[in-house]
């Protein structure tokens, strides 16, 4: 019930209509009997500085941050985790009495999903990155993060923009850039994570791979899509007879962490999961 002491918590985007965020969080609070409530704000982008005083004003605890915001965001914080600085971008805000503190909780999300969905801990030494976005940048630099990763293949539709992404995040020497229609090297993978909306509803008819040949029995292919929650993509990967995982994982994970960030407390994943399932029907 909500009253007079009820925190809020929320995420801001635009669209946001399509988001199974509240559905996710609300369902962690009530397991918890914490008073809080999460909701959905749509925010335009002009309008980004006075959302962010507005929730300095109304004292709201917590936001997710998702597109286009994840980088707009950060002139507006009056402070950014180190990880968040790396990455490039921010998608939880916690409100500290009024001073705004930045985290991305995207990389942890990635790395959880793998584990917990698709069982790899270690990760292989040759991972296949598709796409060069906000998404694959976490994804990126949680990937170069892991010293068991020797490799990352990265292709994207527009190389330079694989290539400048490698120069921003890649120190090591680890990442070979590439086009995302020459597959062939992805063969060597033993891990291939689709970080591109290709294959997202409405466009769910789609794969990222022109030629899906590459994939084999030995690879775990990791869609970041959750909606649809089988892809074209993870389809192409059970004919081959390889392993496949949607995004539903890294979703709730990096929920997770923001939920423990802005109430101390770790919430019931797989209740955020279930609760995200009956969002989105299979």
């Known amino acids: 019930m909500i009253s007079g002491t009820t925190r809020v918590l929320g995420v801001i985007g635009d669209p946001v209509a399509h988001t199974a965020s509240p559905a996710m969080h609300n369902a962690a609070l009530r397991a918890l009997n914490l008073n809080y409530v999460y909701a959905a704000f749509r925010v335009a982008p002009p309008t980004l500085p006075q ?33 968040a600085q790396s990455i490039g971008a921010v998608n939880t805000i916690a409100n500290r009495d009024g001073r705004l503190v930045g985290y991305n909780t ?26 060069a976005g906000g998404a694959a940048r976490a994804v990126l630099y949680a990937l170069l993060a892991r010293d068991e990763v020797e490799e990352v293949l990265l292709l994207n539709r527009t190389v330079e923009k694989a290539a400048a992404l490698a120069a921003d995040l890649d120190s090591a020497g680890k990442v070979r850039v590439g086009s995302l229609a020459e597959t062939g090297p992805i063969g060597d993978a033993g891990l291939l994570i689709n970080a591109t909306a290709l294959g997202m509803h409405p466009r769910d008819d789609v794969s990222p791979l022109a030629d899906p ?17 089988e892809t074209v993509l993870m389809r ?47």
């Open 106 to 131: 995207d990389a942890f999300g990635i790395v959880q999903s793998l584990k917990a969905d698709g069982g790899l801990d270690p990760l292989p030494p040759k991972v296949a990155l598709l796409g």
């Open 51 to 83: 959302a962010l005083a507005g929730m300095r004003a109304f004292g709201i605890v917590g936001l997710n941050v998702t597109v286009p915001h994840k980088q707009a965001v950060m002139a507006h914080l009056d402070e950014i985790s180190a990880e």
């Open 213 to 229: 040949s590459c994939l084999h029995e030995h690879m775990l292919v990791a869609d970041i899509v959750y909606n649809p929650l």
């Open 236 to 282: 192409q990967a059970a004919a081959a007879g390889a392993s496949a995982i949607n995004g539903l994982g890294m979703l709730a994970w990096q929920g997770a962490r923001s939920f423990e960030i802005w109430t101390g407390i770790e919430p019931p994943v797989e209740t955020m999961i279930a609760a995200a399932l009956e969002h989105f029907p299979a």
